[in-house]
C-alpha cells in the first residue's frame, strides 16, 4: 500500500487504559520525534471504543508545537461503529470540516478493509462494506464529490513557505 513504515506498539487491546498515560505518551513522542510527521490523524475522542479515547489522549501529546516542531495539521477521523455511538450528552459529536474525494478509490478501500473481514458483518450491521459505501456517498454528497472520506481540522500551522 505504499507505507515507507508501520509501527505495533503491542499494547494490550481494548486495554489501554491499564497502560500508564506517561507510558503511551512517551512511546508515541519517541515514534513522531524520529518519523518527524505533517499530519496526524487521530481517533474522535468520544468513540464508543476506549481505546480511541486513550489514543486521542495519549496522541494529542505530540501536537504542541513546541516539542514536535514538524507537524502541521491534526485530523480527527471518524470509525464506522464507533464515532456514530456517541451518545454522550454534553458531546458536539463528529463535526466535519475536511473532505477528501475518493471517488476513485472507494472499492479499494473496501478491499483492504476486508482484511478485517471479522469485524464486518451483513447490512445493517454497524460496520458493513455497504456501511462503508453508504457513508462515503453521504460524505461525498456533503462535499459534492460521488464519495469522500470526512475529518475534523483540529488545528493547522501555515509557515510563509507553504503560502
Avoid: C
Wanted: proline share 4%; charged share 25%.
Amino acid at each position: 500500500y505504499g507505507f515507507k513504515e508501520t509501527v505495533q506498539l503491542r499494547y494490550p487491546t481494548a486495554k489501554l487504559d491499564t497502560v500508564p498515560m506517561s507510558y503511551l505518551v512517551s512511546a508515541i513522542g519517541d515514534i513522531a520525534a524520529r518519523i518527524r510527521p505533517t499530519d496526524i490523524y487521530l481517533p474522535h475522542r468520544r468513540d464508543a471504543y476506549s481505546d480511541h479515547a486513550v489514543g486521542f489522549d495519549a496522541s494529542i501529546s505530540i501536537t504542541k508545537w513546541f516539542r514536535y516542531d514538524s507537524v502541521e495539521r491534526v485530523f480527527v477521523y471518524e470509525t464506522q461503529s464507533e464515532t456514530d455511538f456517541d451518545v454522550s450528552t454534553d458531546s458536539f459529536g463528529f463535526r466535519p470540516n475536511v473532505f477528501v474525494d475518493v471517488s476513485e478509490t472507494i472499492e479499494k478501500k473496501i478491499e483492504i478493509a476486508r482484511i478485517f473481514d471479522s469485524e464486518f458483518s451483513s447490512h445493517p450491521f454497524p460496520r458493513s462494506f455497504d456501511g462503508i459505501r453508504a457513508l462515503a456517498l453521504l460524505r461525498g454528497a456533503a462535499a459534492g464529490f460521488v464519495a469522500a472520506e470526512a475529518f475534523m481540522l483540529l488545528s493547522q500551522r501555515i509557515t510563509r513557505e507553504s503560502n
